[in-house]
């Protein structure tokens, strides 16, 4: 099998990579789409032969954009307002 065969089992989650990928850049549904990333990362250690640090990495990227957010500049800052955490109102002062 050719690198490049487009019957290629893989070119699924490649395609998923890029979509993902070009969502999280723009910032539109980072949460979801960061959590899809995640199971496409795993599930991509699963299938591939190398590259086992690269997904585990990615992965681990991908939870800590669940977890953060979209950033000020994202399309997701400007539909649902930004989010902002004032770190005096933490500390209980």
């Known amino acids: 099998m050719r690198l490049h065969d487009p019957s290629s089992p893989l070119i699924l989650p490649?395609?998923?990579e890029a979509l993902t990928?070009?969502?999280l850049v723009v910032g539109l549904g980072t949460p979801?789409?960061?959590?899809?990333?995640?199971?496409?990362?795993?599930?991509?250690?699963?299938?591939t032969d190398g590259a086992i640090a690269l997904h585990v990495v990615l992965?681990?990227?991908?939870?800590?954009?669940?977890?953060?957010?979209?950033g000020a500049w994202s399309i997701d800052a400007r539909l649902f307002g930004?989010?902002?955490?004032?770190?005096?109102?933490?500390r209980g002062d």
């Open 14 to 16: 490649a395609v998923g």
């Open 32 to 47: 979801i789409v960061a959590i899809l990333v995640c199971v496409l990362q795993l599930g991509m250690l699963l299938v």
């Open 21 to 23: 990928g070009a969502l």
């Open 82 to 90: 930004r989010r902002r955490v004032d770190i005096q109102s933490l």
């Open 59 to 70: 992965a681990a990227i991908s939870v800590c954009l669940t977890v953060m957010g979209p």
